[in-house]
């Protein structure tokens, strides 16, 4: 099953607060599991990623949190910013054949409120 | 320095024609990418070039037809345009994978086209 299933598929949050958006996946074929957050108007652009072997990774204010007996994953925001607004996707990677098959979430809109 | 640029940005055109929308990257990679974003924001893969070979080929009308002249440049031809076409339609690159590279893509800004 070649899915990666996302939800929310809005969010409000309010400046300062932690926003949660949530990834789950069937195929333990995947490697490699990035988040990417995109503009109005712009493309996407990888935020943060993860590999299986790893439970957390920080950068910032952004952590990906990553449960892989559940399949599932998710990126957390704290102390969420205006300026955070945007949709933002989980993915992953296949990892047969090398060629670096990106499967999409279905993303989710994230509105902060000043 | 666009690293990744599409053109044009915007396209619209009437169901049945035939338009192009062109991709080239600067960042020296050697995987190029062609994926569509539905009005639900939904993005999904179409097409897949390594150093001018086609690798992934999703199950896209063959009215769709990629043309990867060098590895720096994608192209995607869309024959008989009808109205589900309709979208935004994103190139990327990356590096390959082998050497320890994770293949970030790297997306160009999209080109919206809009079929009446």
């Known amino acids: 099953q070649q899915q990666v299933k996302q939800s929310p598929q809005s969010l409000i949050v309010q400046k300062g607060g932690i926003s949660i958006i949530n990834c789950a996946y069937e195929n333990t074929a995947f490697d490699y599991f990035p988040w990417y957050q995109q503009f109005p108007g712009k493309g996407p652009a990888l935020l943060i990623a993860i590999r299986p072997d790893v439970s957390e990774k920080k950068e910032g204010r952004f952590t990906i949190s990553f449960n892989k007996s559940a399949k599932q994953f998710s990126l957390h925001i704290m102390d969420s910013q205006p300026g955070d607004s945007a949709t933002y996707f989980c993915a992953a990677r296949l990892k047969a054949g090398n060629t670096g098959k990106l499967i999409f979430g279905q993303g989710t809109t994230l509105q902060v409120k000043p | 320095d666009t690293a990744v640029s599409q053109t044009p940005k915007y396209l619209v055109t009437q169901m049945g024609n035939d338009k192009s929308i062109k991709c080239e990257q600067n960042l020296g990679h050697d995987t190029m990418y062609w994926y569509k974003q539905d009005s639900k924001k939904f993005l999904k893969i179409m097409f897949s070039?390594?150093?001018?070979?086609?690798?992934i080929n999703e199950t896209v009308p063959n009215r769709f037809s990629p043309k990867s002249p060098d590895k720096a440049h994608l192209n995607l031809h869309i024959n008989s345009l009808e109205l589900g076409d309709s979208a935004v339609y994103f190139c990327?690159?990356?590096?390959?994978?082998?050497?320890?590279?994770?293949?970030?893509?790297?997306f160009g800004e999209g080109s919206r086209l809009t079929v009446l």
């Open positions: 990327a690159s990356s590096q390959a994978l082998a050497g320890g590279h994770a293949g970030e893509l790297f």
């Open positions: 070039y390594n150093n001018k070979e086609l690798i």
